[in-house]
C-alpha cells in the first residue's frame, strides 16, 4: 500500500476505511509480486523446494505465490505497523543513489528499510536451518516477508526520492485514466501489457518470462544476476539499480499532470519485465543459499 500512509492514517479503523475507500493503490502490484515468487519458486533445488513447503501453511498447497501479498495486507495491521517501512527506501531528492548507512532507516532506527528487512529475515531463517531457531521468531512469516520484500527491492521506484515519496505524490494521467507515477511503475504497466499481450493470463506471462529466463533473452546474464558471494553487498547492489532505473525511466522528463502514453509504455515495459525476472532469480538463490547445503553460497559466512 501507498507509501503516504505511514504517517496518513494512525489508527486501525481509519486503516480499514482507507483501504475500503483507497482500490488497490501503490504495492509492486499483486501480480507483480505473484510472477516474482512463481518464478522463483521454479528456480528451487531439492533441500530449499521442501524447507518453503515445510513453512508455508496447508491452504496454499505449496504454493508460495499465494502469500507473496501478505505482508502488504497486514502492514496496517497494529501488530505489523512496525513493518510499513520495511517496503521501500526513501533516497535524497534528485541524488540518483543509495547508501545504506544514509538511506536504511526510519525514525532513527538503523536496518529499517527494504535491504535491512531482506537480511534481517534471511538472518532468521538461517537461524531456522540451523536449527537454532529460537521461538521469537516465526519462520513462516520470516519466508513470506523475505519473499514479498525481494520483489518490492527490485520495483525501481520503491527507492524513490523522499519529497515525492517514490513518486506517490506525482499526480498524472496513465492514458486517459488518473493515475500517479509510483503506481504506472507498480501496477499500470503491467497491467497494461497482460491486457494487450497475454489476454489477461498471468501464465501466459509467466511462461513468457520463465522463456527469456531459461533460454531466451535473459539466458545469458542469469549467472550474473545471481552472483552473491556476501548478501548485504548484494542487496545494496539491487538498491542502487532500482534508484538509477527510477532516475533514467522513472522520473526522466515526467511532471506533474503530464499524460504517460505509448512511448512511455513500449520504452519501460521491457523494464519492468527484466525487474519482475531479476526478482524471482535472487529471490531463488537466498532461498537456495539459506535451505541448501550450507558450504555454499553467502549462507557459510553468516
Ligand atoms: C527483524 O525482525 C524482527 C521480528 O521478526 C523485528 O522485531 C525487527 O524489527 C526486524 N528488523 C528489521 C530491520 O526488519
Ligand atoms: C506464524 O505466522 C502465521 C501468519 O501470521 C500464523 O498463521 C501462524 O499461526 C504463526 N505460527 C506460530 C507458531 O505462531
Ligand atoms: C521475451 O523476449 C522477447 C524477445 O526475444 C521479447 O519480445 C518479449 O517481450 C520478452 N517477453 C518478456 C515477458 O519479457
Ligand atoms: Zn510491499
Not at 143 to 161: A, K, N, T
Not at 165 to 184: E, M, P, Q
Request: glycine share 8%; net charge negative.
Amino acid at each position: 500500500m501507498c507509501r503516504s500512509q505511514r504517517f496518513s492514517f494512525g489508527f486501525g479503523f481509519l486503516v480499514g476505511l482507507a483501504l475500503i475507500l483507497i482500490p488497490t493503490t501503490h504495492a509492486w502490484s499483486k501480480e507483480g509480486h505473484i510472477l516474482t515468487c512463481q518464478i522463483a519458486q521454479s528456480l528451487l533445488e531439492e533441500e530449499a523446494a521442501e524447507a518453503v513447503a515445510n513453512l508455508l501453511p496447508q491452504h496454499v498447497e505449496g504454493d508460495l505465490s499465494a502469500l507473496c501479498t501478505w505482508p502488504d495486507q497486514i502492514r496496517h495491521w497494529y501488530k505489523y505497523r512496525w513493518t510499513s517501512p520495511l517496503h521501500f527506501i526513501d533516497t535524497p531528492d534528485g541524488a540518483c543513489d543509495y547508501d545504506y548507512e544514509r538511506d536504511c532507516q526510519a525514525n532513527g532506527i538503523e536496518g529499517m528499510c527494504v535491504v535491512g528487512a531482506i537480511q534481517n529475515f534471511t538472518t532468521q531463517l538461517l537461524h531456522y536451518q540451523e536449527g537454532t531457531s529460537d521461538r521469537r521468531h516465526n519462520m513462516t512469516e520470516a519466508l513470506l516477508f523475505l519473499s514479498h520484500f525481494m520483489g518490492d527491492v527490485h520495483q525501481p521506484m520503491h527507492i524513490g526520492f523522499t519529497s515525492d515519496l517514490g513518486g506517490n505524490t506525482i499526480d498524472l494521467r496513465w492514458f486517459r485514466r488518473k493515475s500517479n507515477l509510483h503506481h504506472v511503475w507498480d501496477r499500470d504497466i503491467l497491467l497494461q501489457a497482460l491486457k494487450d499481450y497475454y489476454d489477461k493470463d498471468l501464465d501466459s506471462l509467466l511462461e513468457a518470462i520463465s522463456g527469456n529466463i531459461t533460454h531466451g533473452i535473459w539466458a545469458d546474464d542469469v549467472s550474473s544476476w545471481e552472483k552473491c558471494d556476501d548478501l548485504l553487498p548484494c542487496l545494496n547492489q539491487y538498491a542502487s539499480e532500482s534508484i538509477k532505473i527510477a532516475c533514467k525511466w522513472g522520473y526522466k522528463g515526467v511532471n506533474p499532470g503530464d499524460t504517460l502514453a505509448d512511448e512511455y509504455y513500449n520504452s519501460r515495459m521491457p523494464i519492468v519485465m527484466k525487474r519482475i525476472a531479476q526478482g524471482g532469480v535472487r529471490l531463488a538463490m537466498i532461498l537456495n543459499a539459506v535451505f541448501g547445503d550450507s558450504q555454499e553460497g553467502f549462507a557459510a559466512a553468516t
